[in-house]
């Protein structure tokens, strides 16, 4: 079947500091991979997407590469900053399926 | 452009009645998902809605059912409330039923099952 497991919060870091969150993945076939953000009070969003092996999607200074071989897209970013403190998701969606599958979300808190 | 409401964002209920949680979807979107959130887990799916009808749907038994408008507004309904219902639901929008995985997502309605 299809699961994401992410690595296990909360994850606190000082501003600039550097971030990882590890995302692997079990599926059939070649998903999608995605991270989504959510921010306090606010809804998920989309972060950046993957559609297959090797692609790195990339937005706000945040970056993940789909790596097939060890089936990964752990989310990184150079220089975390305070507004980057929310709940990060991992999913995938198999081709042809209309839903995600979400892994339990990593709480990042970045203090000043 | 307006994103995805959901309504109402908080509610209690005891086990046995039912519960009725609505969404309206961003502007131009046609296809409609629901998700439930239990607390420290990530959501799962449990229907999406395109042009008013079913369009696929997760592990959840039948009192889980919806609606789609024609205004492409949803609503999800669950009936006999248990008390492992509790949890936040989650609606998202998107265009067309060849879900690219791109959602936009709702605030969630809390649910809270005594």
């Known amino acids: 079947g299809n699961s994401v497991t992410q690595m296990e919060g909360p994850v606190t870091l000082s501003e600039e500091a550097f971030l990882t969150i590890n995302c692997t993945y079990t599926a059939t076939g070649y998903p999608s991979l995605f991270w989504y953000v959510q921010y306090p009070g606010e809804g998920l969003q989309l972060l950046l997407k993957a559609t297959k092996a090797d692609d790195k999607g990339s937005n706000k200074g945040f970056e993940a590469t789909y790596r097939k071989e060890t089936t990964s897209f752990h989310l990184e970013k150079g220089s975390v900053q305070v507004s980057d403190s929310a709940v990060y998701f991992c999913a995938l969606k198999q081709g042809g399926a209309n839903n995600l599958f979400f892994g339990t979300g990593t709480r990042l808190t970045v203090i000043p | 452009e307006t994103g995805v409401t959901q309504s109402p964002t908080h509610l209690i209920k005891t086990r046995g009645q039912q519960v009725t949680l609505r969404c309206s979807s961003q502007s131009g979107h046609n296809t409609v998902s629901w998700y439930q959130q239990a607390l420290g887990q990530g959501p799962q799916f449990i229907f999406q809605?395109?042009?008013?009808?079913?369009?696929g749907r997760g592990n959840f038994p039948p009192r889980f059912s919806g609606l789609q408008f024609p205004n492409y507004s949803s609503e999800l309904n669950v009936n006999a409330l248990e008390l492992d219902d509790s949890a936040l639901y989650l609606c998202?929008?998107?265009?067309?039923?060849?879900?690219?995985?791109?959602?936009?997502f709702g605030e969630g309605s809390r649910l809270t099952v005594l």
């Open positions: 809605y395109y042009r008013e009808e079913e369009n």
């Open positions: 998202a929008s998107s265009w067309g039923a060849a879900n690219t995985g791109e959602l936009f």
